[in-house]
């Protein structure tokens, strides 16, 4: 069976870092497509980022570029969110997920694996 598992969400001052992890038991996913995304309340579930572990290529939402960093670790088959110069709009449950492709996606529906979610507080 698999599973995603994210850690390292928490309350954080704007300005602040935080770094977001998610680790995948069950099968490996070290050839293939992570992606981060992110749900405020009374809002749609929206990509952050998203890195093809085969090719190294990454992708970002425009809200985020700059600001985030997203990365894999094969032999961990874990992926992480580096976020700095955190903003309070990014305050959100923050999902990882994958997807048994080569290719990158911002759609939320061509991932077939998700994690639980992890809140993250942006506030004084």
């Known amino acids: 069976q698999v599973q995603l598992v994210e850690s390292g969400g928490g309350l954080v001052q704007p300005g602040g870092a935080l770094r977001l992890s998610c680790a995948a038991s069950?099968?490996?996913?070290?050839?293939?497509?992570w992606g981060w995304f992110r749900q405020a309340p009374g809002k749609e579930r929206e990509f952050v980022a998203a890195?093809?572990?085969?090719?190294?290529?990454?992708h970002y939402a425009e809200s985020v570029k700059g600001r985030f960093t997203i990365s894999g670790d094969n032999a961990k088959n874990t992926v992480y969110l580096q976020m700095d110069t955190l903003k309070p709009e990014d305050t959100a449950t923050y999902y990882c997920?994958?997807?048994?492709?080569?290719?990158?996606?911002?759609?939320?529906?061509?991932?077939?694996?998700w994690g639980q979610g992890a809140q993250v507080t942006v506030s004084s």
């Open positions: 997920a994958a997807r048994l492709t080569y290719f990158l996606s911002t759609a939320a529906d061509d991932y077939a694996y």
């Open positions: 069950g099968r490996s996913f070290s050839s293939y497509v």
């Open positions: 890195i093809s572990r085969l090719s190294g290529s990454t």
